[in-house]
Nanobody, 121 residues
Framework: QVQLVESGGGLVQPGESLRLSCAASGSIFSINRMSWYRQAPGKQRELVAS???????NYADSVKGRFTISRDNAKNTVFLQMNSLKPEDTAVYYC???????????????WGQGTLVTVSS
């Protein structure tokens, strides 16, 4: 069993910052890509940013220059630093990981439970 637990969401004003964290735990052999998605009310879930085990990153156009994704491979943790937040960034943010589970080896796509980010004055 592999689990992802997110933290760091909350209510902030426009222009402020938040840092999300997502820690993976369980029978993990290795983790390939780790990603952050978000889903705003009434909208489809969309990719925000992703990072490979080697550190290559990818961002949605809407967050480029404001958000930074990073990871600590030793701790199986991914972060999302969100700066200059806008009301349109309001959403539930989900962590996603492409994981090789150990005992026996099996590749899994794992999702966290989500953390709410609200940007409002």
């Amino acid at each position: 069993q592999v689990q992802l637990v997110e933290s760091g969401g909350g209510l902030v004003q426009p222009g402020e910052s938040l840092r999300l964290s997502c820690a993976a735990s369980g029978s993990i052999f290795s983790i390939n890509r780790m990603s952050w998605y978000r889903q705003a009310p009434g909208k489809q879930r969309e990719l925000v940013a992703s990072i490979t085990s080697g550190g290559s990153t990818n961002y949605a156009d809407s967050v480029k220059g404001r958000f930074t994704i990073s990871r600590d491979n030793a701790k199986n943790t991914v972060f999302l630093q969100m700066n200059s937040l806008k009301p349109e960034d309001t959403a539930v943010y989900y962590c996603n990981a492409d994981v090789w589970r150990s005992g026996p080896l099996r590749r899994l796509e794992v999702w966290g439970q989500g953390t709410l980010v609200t940007v409002s004055s």
